[in-house]
């Protein structure tokens, strides 16, 4: 069964970092783009940052400067890198991968993590 696995997340102090990893596990021929989103209490999920298979990334103007996006197409993973974080940051951070599984080439589908708690403490 193809699905996203997160890991990270937790609370932290206002101007700390904190790492997210999201991979992707299953029978996967080919992981397209991959990024995270979040989503605040009565709020609706936003893009935080999105990074294709070559590597080129897009950012929310909100976390340019402090977050970073990365992977690797070996192990099928994406990370977040989320550094001087604020409490405006607090959210449910989701991983969204564009995953071809193996079982249904060519058709790629677009697949969800189950989402990781971060909350930053003034």
């Known amino acids: 069964q193809v699905q996203l696995v997160e890991s990270g997340g937790g609370l932290v102090q206002a101007g700390g970092s904190m790492r997210l990893s999201c991979a992707a596990s299953?029978?996967?021929?080919?992981?397209?783009?991959m990024g995270w989103y979040r989503q605040a209490p009565g709020k609706q999920r936003e893009l935080v940052a999105v990074?294709?298979?070559?590597?080129?990334?897009n950012y929310a103007d909100s976390v340019k400067g402090r977050f970073t996006i990365s992977r690797d197409n070996v192990k099928n993973t994406v990370y977040l890198q989320m550094n001087n974080l604020k409490p405006e940051d607090t959210a449910v951070y989701y991983c969204?991968?564009?995953?071809?599984?193996?079982?249904?080439?060519?058709?790629?589908?677009?697949?969800w993590g189950q989402g990781t708690q971060v909350t930053v403490s003034s």
């Open positions: 299953g029978n996967i021929f080919r992981a397209n783009a």
């Open positions: 990074i294709t298979r070559g590597g080129r990334t």
């Open positions: 969204n991968a564009g995953l071809i599984p193996a079982a249904t080439y060519p058709r790629p589908d677009d697949y």
